[in-house]
């Protein structure tokens, strides 16, 4: 269950109070630590768990690097969420299908 | 016409050849029978089955091979044949928890399913709290890109 990666990168606020900043374009570590009451090294760690989870992008701009959100990580995880119900229900569907078939208590006992 | 994170609901439906009964009492206490523990589980090819508690405050949970346990969510409404309400964490803390609701109800000879998955809010609601402003633009961000989508997956 891998998007449980994206949604946990989520889920803590500062860390989406980092991604909130570069909404309004991309911004090196030090600019997001100036509007936020978190210092720099917090900045870089959570710019570098949201990177991980695909949701923040960055490029070397000169002698700073810049960071961006990124699109795929939502979309990943919207894709995997729905995958992963189609995936789980077509076994269900399987299961509660074959067994009505014999009419039997035929299934796997393994 | 932003859509909020409140406002989003995966949706799935499907029909089966069990009566509502059966199909319950397989979604529920018989999980271990289909449940794909192999590719959606915490422990993925280290998972062992799934056991799905009967009762509200029942757990969901997979067991590895280690004999380890990863709670997935737990029971918080129990209709045999009719309902069942989850919470859903699989892999987070529970107070990320989503909700799965699942209905059964009669169609011909078999049963309709729909499960509806919720909750998305709760990622919404804990930064508003603590961010007294960014909950809008926290709208637009998983609104927009990740509602569009999974909103309209009804």
Redesign the interface.
């Known amino acids: 269950?891998t998007y449980?990666?994206t949604?946990?990168a989520?889920?803590d606020?500062t860390r989406?109070?980092v991604?909130?900043e570069l909404?309004s374009g991309p911004r090196a570590v030090g600019e997001i630590a100036a509007r936020l009451p978190v210092s720099r090294p917090a900045v870089s760690q959570h710019l570098r768990v949201l990177k991980e989870a695909g949701l923040v992008r960055d490029r070397p701009e000169g002698t700073r690097r810049l960071y961006s959100?990124h699109?795929d990580g939502?979309?990943e995880?919207?894709?995997y969420?729905?995958g992963?119900?189609?995936?789980?229900?077509a076994?269900?569907?399987?299961?509660?299908?074959s067994?009505?078939?014999g009419d039997d208590d035929g299934?796997?006992r393994g | 016409m932003e859509q909020t994170v409140g406002e989003l609901v995966?949706r799935?439906t499907?029909e089966?050849?069990?009566p509502p009964e059966?199909?319950f009492a397989?979604?529920t206490e018989?999980i271990a029978?289909?449940?794909?523990v192999r590719?959606?589980?915490?422990a993925e090819e280290r998972a062992e089955t799934a056991v799905f508690e009967a009762g509200v405050g029942g757990r969901i949970y997979e067991r590895t091979l280690d004999g380890e346990e990863h709670v997935w969510g737990t029971v918080t409404a129990w209709e045999p044949a009719e309902r069942v309400v989850f919470t859903w964490h699989?892999?987070?803390?529970p107070d990320?928890a989503q909700d799965v609701e699942v209905r059964f109800e009669p169609s011909g000879s078999?049963?309709r399913?729909e499960?509806v998955?919720t909750g998305w809010d709760r990622?919404g609601d804990?930064?508003a709290?603590?961010?007294e402003g960014?909950d809008a633009?926290?709208d637009?961000?998983?609104g927009e890109?990740?509602g569009t989508?999974?909103g309209a997956?009804a």
Not at chain 1, 84 to 89: G, I, R, S, T
Not at chain 2, 39 to 42: A, F, M, N, Q
Not at chain 2, 90 to 93: A, K, L, S, V, W
Request: charged share 20%; no cysteine.
């Open positions: 269950m449980a990666h949604i946990t989520l889920a606020p989406r109070a991604l909130e909404r959100v699109g939502l979309a995880l919207r894709a969420v729905n992963f119900w189609d995936e789980a229900l076994a269900y569907e399987a299961a509660a299908n067994e009505t078939e299934a796997d | 995966m799935k499907l089966v050849a069990a059966r199909a397989l979604f018989g029978e289909w449940w794909p590719t959606h589980s915490v699989p892999g987070r803390e990320t078999g049963t399913v499960l998955h990622l804990r930064a709290a603590q961010f960014y633009g926290w637009f961000v998983i890109r990740f989508a999974a997956q």
